[in-house]
């Protein structure tokens, strides 16, 4: 059944779920702080998925552990209208530093709005869905979980991500550039370094070589391309021409032909590296590609309202920024919102130690809950207008077949 859209059923409703939020902020925010304390890395967030899944049995979801094949995601169901709703749940940290992009603060969100709108989906006509999405930083947990199903028939999905103070609370006009994540391995001649270098191929030369190229390549690209790369082997005693070295690399661009024209280049200064070492070269794709972030038009207006209610900045963005998620594989088939959460006194950048530290903080917490019940408000417009219903529902994400490649 469809809320009938009057001020006042409007009105009665943001109140009630924004009581939602309220009532379940201890156990959310416990949830929230364990996750952030595990600090655990992709496809490893074991304790964290279950964190998650508990509350959200607890709050009477019908929850499926290890969706598509992948041990720490779930899917937690409620409701059988016709229109199904995502909320992303993400809660893997990042090697090294922890949750120093605030993923914490993204379960704790999407968490706390499935919860607030869990007694509402008969009303909505929605079938909700909260689905666990690990592995965001490396791995694509995202990609993987849709080309496996666990988005089938969603006809929107939501989640929100955490960033620096100062940031505008207005989605519309912001995107994530697509990257994709590369091996180049070298393979040379080992011989001994003072005896016979000479009969040696040098490997860890044709890394550098390749390193140096992609430095000046820097000059001659768009200012919001971006390559980065670290050499993750390159020999292991000086003694020892290194006969194999391998670099780590990626390339991010804001479109898909601007991303496949910048890889092109980047691939020519391996190659020219390697035939000027007389090293061979391999490159192998690491991670599934990260496609651009697409934010839906009606859901961002229906943000950017909720924001205004709680005094956010919601001034226009000032234009596209860096960064990538997989997210925006997501966004490019089913009508997505992927807004900004800017931290009070947050004047770190994101992966950082200090932000790690904000993102568990009391006003991260606070911001949190605004998220929370915004995203709950968006839901609830959306579903609620007979227009974006409809185009939302036709929207229903169905998974191209074999035969139907190619298919107009």
Same mark, same amino acid.
């Given at each position: 059944?469809?809320?009938?859209?009057?001020?006042?059923?409007?009105?009665?409703?943001?109140?009630?779920l924004?009581?939602?939020v309220?009532?379940?902020?201890?156990?959310?925010?416990?949830?929230?702080?364990?996750?952030?304390?595990?600090?655990?890395?992709?496809?490893?967030? %074991?304790?964290?998925?279950?964190?998650?899944?508990?509350?959200?049995?607890e709050g009477?979801?019908?929850?499926?552990?290890?969706?598509?094949?992948?041990?720490?995601?779930?899917t937690?169901?409620?409701g059988? !209208?016709?229109?199904?709703?995502?909320?992303?749940?993400?809660y893997? *940290?990042?090697?090294?530093?922890?949750?120093?992009?605030?993923?914490?603060?993204?379960?704790?969100?999407?968490?706390?709005?499935?919860?607030?709108?869990?007694?509402h989906?008969?009303?909505?006509?929605?079938?909700?869905?909260?689905?666990?999405?690990?592995?965001?930083?490396?791995?694509?947990?995202?990609?993987?979980?849709?080309?496996?199903?666990?988005?089938d028939?969603?006809?929107?999905?939501?989640?929100?991500h955490?960033?620096?103070?100062? %940031?505008?609370?207005?989605?519309?006009g912001?995107?994530?550039? *697509?990257?994709?994540?590369?091996? *180049?391995?070298?393979?040379?001649?080992a *011989?001994?370094?003072?005896?016979?270098?000479?009969?040696?191929?040098?490997?860890?030369?044709?890394? %550098?070589? +390749?390193?140096?190229?992609?430095?000046?390549?820097?000059?001659?690209?768009? !200012?919001?391309?971006?390559?980065?790369?670290?050499?993750?082997?390159?020999?292991?005693?000086?003694?020892?021409?290194?006969?194999r070295? %391998?670099?780590?690399?990626?390339?991010?661009?804001?479109?898909?032909?601007?991303?496949?024209?910048?890889?092109?280049r980047?691939?020519?200064?391996?190659?020219?590296?390697?035939?000027?070492?007389?090293?061979t070269?391999?490159?192998?794709?690491?991670?599934?590609?990260?496609?651009?972030?697409?934010?839906?038009d009606?859901?961002?207006?229906?943000?950017?309202?909720?924001?205004?209610?709680?005094?956010?900045?919601? +001034?226009? +963005?000032?234009?596209?920024?860096? !960064?990538?998620?997989?997210?925006?594989?997501?966004?490019?088939?089913?009508?997505?919102?992927?807004?900004?959460?800017?931290?009070?006194?947050?004047?770190?950048?994101i992966? +950082?130690?200090?932000?790690?530290?904000?993102?568990?903080?009391?006003?991260?917490?606070?911001?949190?809950?605004?998220?929370?019940?915004?995203?709950?408000?968006?839901?609830?417009?959306?579903?609620?207008?007979?227009?974006e219903?409809?185009?939302?529902?036709?929207?229903?994400?169905?998974?191209?077949?074999?035969?139907?490649?190619?298919?107009?």
């Amino acid at each position: 059944m469809e809320l009938t859209d009057t001020t006042g059923a409007m009105a009665d409703l943001r109140a009630a779920l924004a009581d939602g939020v309220e009532g379940w902020k201890p156990r959310v925010q416990a949830m929230a702080q364990a996750i952030h304390a595990y600090k655990e890395v992709s496809f490893e967030e %074991v304790r964290s998925a279950e964190e998650v899944t508990e509350l959200l049995g607890e709050g009477g979801f019908e929850v499926e552990r290890g969706t598509g094949g992948l041990p720490t995601a779930f899917t937690a169901s409620a409701g059988s !209208g016709e229109l199904t709703v995502a909320l992303c749940v993400e809660y893997d *940290a990042l090697p090294n530093i922890g949750h120093a992009c605030g993923h914490n603060l993204i379960a704790g969100a999407s968490v706390a709005a499935a919860l607030a709108l869990r007694p509402h989906v008969d009303r909505l006509g929605i079938t909700l869905k909260a689905i666990g999405t690990p592995a965001e930083e490396h791995g694509g947990g995202k990609a993987v979980l849709l080309e496996r199903g666990a988005f089938d028939g969603v006809g929107l999905a939501l989640m929100v991500h955490p960033v620096q103070d100062g %940031v505008t609370y207005n989605p519309a006009g912001t995107s994530a550039q *697509a990257v994709g994540r590369f091996m *180049a391995t070298f393979t040379g001649k080992a *011989a001994h370094a003072a005896a016979a270098p000479h009969k040696g191929v040098n490997a860890a030369d044709a890394a %550098v070589l +390749s390193q140096v190229a992609i430095g000046l390549l820097r000059q001659h690209i768009p !200012g919001d391309h971006r390559i980065a790369l670290y050499i993750s082997e390159a020999g292991h005693v000086t003694n020892i021409i290194p006969e194999r070295a %391998v670099v780590q690399f990626e390339c991010r661009a804001f479109t898909l032909p601007e991303y496949e024209a910048l890889l092109e280049r980047v691939r020519r200064c391996f190659e020219g590296a390697a035939l000027a070492t007389g090293t061979t070269l391999s490159i192998e794709a690491t991670e599934p590609l990260y496609e651009p972030l697409l934010q839906d038009d009606d859901l961002a207006a229906h943000w950017t309202e909720a924001m205004d209610a709680f005094g956010k900045d919601t +001034s226009s +963005s000032a234009g596209l920024g860096g !960064g990538s998620t997989d997210m925006g594989n997501i966004s490019q088939v089913i009508p997505s919102l992927h807004p900004w959460l800017s931290i009070p006194g947050a004047d770190v950048p994101i992966h +950082s130690h200090g932000f790690a530290a904000l993102a568990d903080s009391p006003q991260a917490y606070g911001v949190m809950f605004e998220a929370a019940t915004a995203l709950a408000w968006t839901v609830a417009a959306a579903a609620s207008s007979p227009t974006e219903r409809a185009r939302f529902t036709e929207a229903a994400y169905r998974r191209r077949t074999p035969t139907q490649e190619g298919t107009p």
